[in-house]
């Protein structure tokens, strides 16, 4: 795409409409104004930030058609969609007057009078979806649109169900904000619940002008499956015990304990709104915003699970119900690296002959396949890299077998610098920040005389690397290095390399390289 505000250059039309500038931008597409070319309409055209190979257009399209039907009041109509040089893209009703959280931005408390019918509205196109099977995932002020006449017009079932239906690296991605999500969709097991919960959220976000979780993904995420919300009345002494009451019961974190349905959540508080005077309801109050990272959620829903028990398992006590008390757990960086390994990987590489990931030695020659295995050798030192790989938030892992010489290792987030995460046959591992060019430039973040899990010697040893933001979690052989803290380097090419300290003959096999998207 090409920058904030113009359409993307050469694709200045999809199907019947002409694009007219950028209005929107998210994790998983970009929102253009357009014009139908000859009934001079306005529509929203979203463009998703994929290309489809051609078997997968019957996917999308099967997809799209789902939505197309989906005909309510309060559901943005899908009026067009296609593909576009092999790039989806959907043409939907415009919303002119803007989203719920531009209307009402975060910090504002709202009336009863005005919260029950964005509910009843919401609630009443939820239902309408769920009684065709399809939970929205990502219900939020901010996908709440605004018609010709205020009307709430729900948006985005479109990336919900296209991100979770075509084959492409997205599919495996969470759909969701971290700020809404239920315990069990952190889990990667939404349900139509799921979609009551995030709508509880709100209700308590307007009712009180916070959020009931803050912090940091790592916080709010386990504040979602460990931590009761805070009582409404604690932040808003004026609500009454009945619409309290309401609402926490929709933010229960078993499913089975909130409403049946949305619709009944939404019946529910109306019953309870119902006998309020109206000295209990309070004027919008700007406060100020709480302070912290707004992280778009592109997590696989098995890292958005666990990354942050890290953070949460002292809160583990306060809610211990039934259906979340484990037996004995693992560490919980066991945890965080069981949950991010698993699933199905981005990028599977077994390494036993050159892939269309085209791996090369830095000088555009081939690297070494041999004996079923990717080899990395020279008289001192080498590197091997594939020629088409970036990555920033994910997990990678590689087998590796030390023949000649004493230390290997991984490069991630290589651009003029990266780090590296390397072991010494001896037992000793490091993390570095530095240049494949410039070695000089290195700068060391950890260095470990004794790592643990490595098997001396020639034997295979497995290297993990989890890395997510600032947070890079190291591991060998399944079992836990350390946790580094540093920002320096957000996203990157990735190698492996090999090398000797006495600059000897160095000959190191990889094998079984697997990448998983966070």
Request: charged share 15%; glycine share 8%.
């Amino acid at each position: 795409m090409n920058r904030v505000g113009q359409p993307p250059e050469g694709a200045r039309q999809f199907g019947n409409y002409l694009l007219l500038n950028q209005i929107g931008r998210g994790g998983f597409a970009e929102v253009y104004l357009g014009e139908h070319i000859y009934l001079k309409t306005k529509a929203a055209i979203k463009v998703l930030h994929t290309h489809l190979a051609q078997e997968e257009h019957a996917a999308f399209f099967a997809e799209a058609q789902t939505i197309a039907h989906l005909q309510h009041p309060h559901i943005v109509r899908v009026l067009e969609f296609g593909v576009e040089d092999d790039t989806p893209y959907l043409v939907m009703e415009y919303a002119p007057n803007g989203t719920l959280r531009e209307r009402y931005p975060k910090g504002t408390a709202l009336p009863l009078s005005t919260i029950l019918p964005v509910v009843k509205q919401v609630a009443s196109a939820l239902q309408y979806a769920h009684d065709q099977n399809l939970i929205h995932r990502d219900v939020k002020p901010e996908n709440m649109l605004l018609g010709e006449h205020d009307e709430v017009l729900l948006s985005d079932f479109g990336i919900a169900l296209i991100v979770q239906g075509i084959g492409s690296q997205e599919r495996q991605e969470v759909v969701g904000t971290i700020g809404y999500m239920a315990p069990e969709q952190l889990r990667g097991r939404p349900r139509f619940a799921s979609d009551q919960y995030a709508l509880a959220i709100i209700v308590y976000e307007w009712l009180t002008g916070v959020r009931p979780f803050q912090g940091s993904y790592a916080e709010v995420s386990s504040q979602h499956i460990f931590t009761p919300p805070p009582p409404l009345r604690e932040k808003a002494p004026d609500v009454p015990p009945a619409i309290e009451a309401v609402v926490m019961k929709a933010l229960s974190k078993d499913p089975e304990q909130r409403f049946a349905t949305i619709q009944e959540f939404a019946n529910a508080l109306e019953a309870a709104i119902a006998p309020v005077p109206a000295h209990a309801e309070h004027s919008p109050t700007p406060m100020p915003p709480t302070t912290r990272r707004t992280t778009p959620v592109r997590l696989t829903a098995a890292l958005a699970t666990l990354v942050l028990l890290i953070l949460g398992t002292a809160a583990y006590p306060l809610l211990a119900p039934r259906f979340l008390t484990p037996p004995t757990p693992p560490s919980k960086e066991q945890l965080l690296y069981q949950q991010a390994t698993n699933g199905t990987p981005a990028i599977a590489d077994s390494l036993r002959t050159n892939s269309p990931l085209l791996w090369t030695n830095g000088n555009n020659d081939p690297c070494l396949f041999t004996d079923g295995t990717l080899h990395v050798s020279s008289n001192s030192g080498a590197a091997c890299g594939p020629a088409h790989v970036s990555v920033n938030d994910f997990a990678f892992q590689v087998q590796v077998t030390i023949i000649k010489g004493d230390s290997a290792g991984l490069w991630f987030r290589l651009k003029s610098r990266g780090y590296y995460f390397f072991f010494f046959s001896t037992g000793q591992c490091d993390l570095d920040l530095g240049s494949l060019s410039n070695m000089r430039s290195i700068r060391s973040l950890l260095n470990l005389q004794r790592c643990a899990g490595i098997r001396k010697g020639a034997n295979t040893n497995l290297l993990t690397v989890i890395a997510h933001k600032s947070d890079i979690y190291l591991y060998i052989n399944k079992q836990y290095v350390a946790h580094v803290v540093d920002n320096s380097a957000a996203s990157g090419g990735i190698a492996v390399v090999g090398g000797s300290s006495s600059k000897g003959a160095v000959d190191v096999a990889f094998s079984n390289l697997q990448i998983w998207n966070l």
